[in-house]
């Protein structure tokens, strides 16, 4: 098991909030084993190197790719191009146009290209629609609404893991412009053989978030 990381009032290990956070956003009880594996399976023992867990690297790879210098360049060049391109307010439209859904639009879009290029939006063209449309409803998430109750929530869910499985089965060559940060963590993800499934649904919680 990973080290224990505190929350903010220190009654509950991050770790273990964070496996809660796992299932209930649907990566299988096997996928979340692997986000804490820390030595291959067969393999443990003094005499095995060990390596970061899954979510430590998350928490690393965020701050390297974050902090000032090239990495924050690499994220900020492609965020700052997109706002560039999308700031236009479309005032020639007849119909009246939503300040915050065209804000909306503009963050989520912008962080979307700034982390994996323009290859996912390709994939998907109406992504930005569909997170929106899910974000509305993903309270429904986390308070685990019984599914019957939550199909427009859990078929735009689907519909961006889709994406997600879609842009990860490509060579990251057919992918340019993606995060440092993104190549590192499906990197580590593939060493410990995280399922595609489970790939998709980790890098969507990472977009959702």
Not at 13 to 36: C, M, P, T
Not at 45 to 55: H, I, S
């Amino acid at each position: 098991m990973s080290a224990t990381y505190k929350i903010n009032d220190g009654s509950l290990s991050y770790d273990i909030f964070a496996q809660a956070v796992f299932r209930v956003i649907g990566i299988s009880k096997e996928g979340v084993a692997k986000v804490f594996q820390t030595q291959n399976p067969g393999k443990e023992g003094p005499e095995y190197p060990k390596y970061k867990n899954l979510l430590a690297n998350v928490k690393e790879f965020q701050v390297r790719q974050l902090s000032p210098g090239k990495g924050l360049d690499e994220i900020l060049v492609p965020a700052v191009e997109f706002i560039d391109r999308n700031l236009k307010l479309p005032v020639d439209s007849k119909e009246a146009v939503s300040l915050f859904k065209w804000i909306s639009d503009i963050f989520v879009g912008f962080g979307q290209e700034a982390y994996f290029g323009k290859k996912l939006g390709e994939i998907e063209p109406d992504l930005v629609q569909i997170f929106q449309d899910f974000d509305e409803c993903a309270w429904q998430v986390l308070y685990q609404y019984p599914s019957i109750l939550c199909g427009d929530m859990l078929n735009n869910k689907s519909k961006i893991q889709s994406a997600m499985e879609r842009y990860f089965a490509l060579p990251v060559v057919e992918r340019p412009g993606a995060a440092w940060l993104i190549l590192e963590l499906e990197k580590a993800m593939k060493r410990v053989d995280v399922s595609v499934s489970d790939s998709a649904i980790f890098f969507f919680q990472m977009y959702w978030r």
